[in-house]
């Protein structure tokens, strides 16, 4: 379930500067048990990070550049928006692909907000940062 806001401790960022010209991927579940869990024992799925497609599972996992999540996540196919709690297990989620993006907010999971690889950049051609 997409929640435009939990009780989080941090604000819930906008990803995109506005919805015109922006463009979703299908809708799938997203592989919830890479996730950690926070102080309060949810496991949430914050917007802006980079998502890739686990070609064994057909789930979306996060983005990482050495292929950590399984076959294919080193191929970055788009951009979360919304926050997801996914505390009871996997949750469908339709990552963007297309549209003007908030840079300071993006993200490759595990790394520092505000850094996208060049090789993301070339992989999500039709995405632009500001």
């Known amino acids: 379930m997409n929640y435009s806001s939990l009780n989080a401790e941090r604000p819930v960022p906008e990803i995109l500067y506005h919805t015109a010209g922006a463009l979703q991927r299908e809708s799938r579940m997203?592989?919830?048990?890479?996730?950690?869990?926070?102080?309060?024992?949810?496991?949430?799925?914050?917007?802006?990070m980079y998502v890739a497609i686990n070609s064994d599972t057909s789930k979306y996992v996060p983005y990482n550049g050495a292929a950590s999540y399984g076959t294919g996540s080193d191929t970055p196919v788009g951009i979360v928006r919304g926050l997801y709690d996914m505390t009871l297990g996997d949750l469908p989620i339709a990552?963007?692909?297309?549209?003007?993006?908030?840079?300071?907010?993006?993200?490759?999971?595990?790394?520092?907000?505000?850094?996208?690889?060049?090789?993301?950049?070339?992989?999500?051609n039709l995405c632009k940062w500001v």
Request: hydrophobic share 40%; with cysteine.
């Open 30 to 48: 997203f592989e919830s048990s890479y996730l950690g869990t926070d102080a309060l024992g949810r496991k949430l799925l914050w917007p802006g």
């Open 95 to 124: 990552p963007y692909y297309a549209g003007l993006f908030k840079k300071e907010v993006c993200y490759v999971f595990g790394g520092e907000m505000g850094v996208t690889p060049a090789g993301v950049q070339t992989a999500l």
